[in-house]
Structure formats: structure tokens, C-alpha cells
């Protein structure tokens, strides 16, 4: 049975950082890529980073500079650090499976994800 739990969220100030982390089992991070995507309320789901099976990391541009995706395949776990965090990074943040080696950020299919987390709520205030 894969699961992948999200943890890290919180709420936090404008310019702040947070660090979320997702735990996976039932499932190899170091074969597949592993993305984050983001939920606003009232908006449409969006990739904000993924990591190959190599470990190559592609951001969408809003997040390019200030957001880190990176993985840990010995625990399995998949890591995002995001610094100077604006408001409008205020979401829902899934941890996702791609099912495939290799993605880029173009690549990553919001709705058809392999797998999902449940997700941690990150609120940023100004």
C-alpha cells in the first residue's frame, strides 16, 4: 500500500520560511519523480517543483529562487524548503507521484498524478 504524508505546514509572516516534508512508503522515491503541487482556495491546482530519478529539480517561475525541492531516497522522504514566502503562496501543498523517471515541471499532470498525499496548509501573512 503507498502512502505519502505531508508534514511542515503552518502559518507563518510574509518574508518567513517553512520546511515540508513528505514521508513516503510503499513506494521508491529513487526511481520515480516526486513533485509538489499547490491548491488555493478558489483556484486551480499548479505544479510548484519536481525531482527526477536522478534528482534533477525543475520550479515553475513563480517559486525559481526561493523554494528547494529536494529528496532523501535512504528515508524516502521528500523534502520542499521554501524561503521568502508572499501571501500568495498561501495553500494546500500535496506531495504527488508521477509514476514515470523522469519530468519536468511542463510535464507534470495536476489531475493525473500517481499518487497523493492529503496535504499540509501553508498560510503566509502580510
Known amino acids: 500500500q503507498v502512502q505519502l504524508v505531508e508534514s511542515g505546514g503552518g502559518s507563518v509572516q510574509a518574508g518567513g520560511s517553512l520546511r515540508l516534508s513528505c514521508a513516503v512508503s510503499?513506494?521508491?522515491?529513487?526511481?520515480?519523480?516526486m513533485a509538489w503541487i499547490r491548491q488555493a482556495p478558489g483556484k486551480e491546482r499548479e505544479a510548484v517543483a519536481v525531482v527526477d530519478d536522478d534528482s534533477r529539480a525543475g520550479y515553475a517561475n513563480f517559486v525559481k529562487g526561493r523554494f528547494t525541492i529536494s529528496k532523501d531516497n535512504a528515508k524516502n522522504t521528500l523534502y520542499l524548503q521554501m524561503n521568502s514566502l508572499k501571501p500568495e503562496d498561501t495553500a494546500m501543498y500535496y506531495c504527488?507521484?508521477?509514476?514515470?523517471?523522469?519530468?519536468?515541471?511542463?510535464?507534470?499532470?495536476?489531475?493525473?498524478?500517481?499518487?497523493w498525499g492529503k496535504g499540509t496548509l501553508v498560510t503566509v501573512s502580510s
Open positions: 504527488a507521484a508521477d509514476g514515470r523517471p523522469k519530468a519536468t515541471i511542463a510535464a507534470i499532470d495536476v489531475y493525473g498524478m500517481d499518487y
Open positions: 510503499g513506494y521508491s522515491t529513487s526511481n520515480h519523480a
